[in-house]
């Protein structure tokens, strides 16, 4: 089973490192969805609460201040509970 990687409000050095301020940003109002992560992205949460559902029913939340990565080929479902702005990079 594929697993979401989490790090809740990491060390700003961490963040510089990665590069997120420099990756482009998504936004999305608060709604349901399912997705299919052709590539791994990995993500950082400007604003925002989202619940991830995987296909096994496990569910993770993350939002504001949280660096994510999702892994190539997983499969799940997003709902979005407050309006998201994030920093994304795919590969």
């Known amino acids: 089973?594929?697993?979401?990687?989490?790090?809740?409000?990491?060390?700003e050095?961490?963040?510089?490192?990665?590069?997120?301020?420099?990756w482009q940003i998504?936004?999305?109002?608060?709604?349901e969805f399912p997705w299919?992560?052709?590539?791994?992205?990995?993500?950082?949460f400007l604003e925002g609460h989202v619940v991830v559902t995987l296909e096994d029913d496990q569910s993770v939340e993350m939002g504001k201040g949280d660096p994510v990565?999702?892994?190539a080929g997983m499969s799940?479902?997003?709902?979005?509970?407050?309006?998201?702005?994030?920093?994304y990079q795919f590969g």
């Open 13 to 22: 050095k961490l963040l510089k490192q990665l590069g997120v301020f420099d």
């Open 1 to 11: 089973m594929k697993k979401i990687k989490l790090t809740h409000h990491p060390d």
């Open 36 to 44: 299919y992560y052709d590539l791994e992205e990995t993500c950082y």
């Open 26 to 31: 998504w936004t999305k109002e608060a709604s």
């Open 69 to 71: 990565t999702f892994p």
């Open 76 to 87: 799940c479902r997003w709902k979005i509970i407050t309006n998201v702005k994030k920093h």
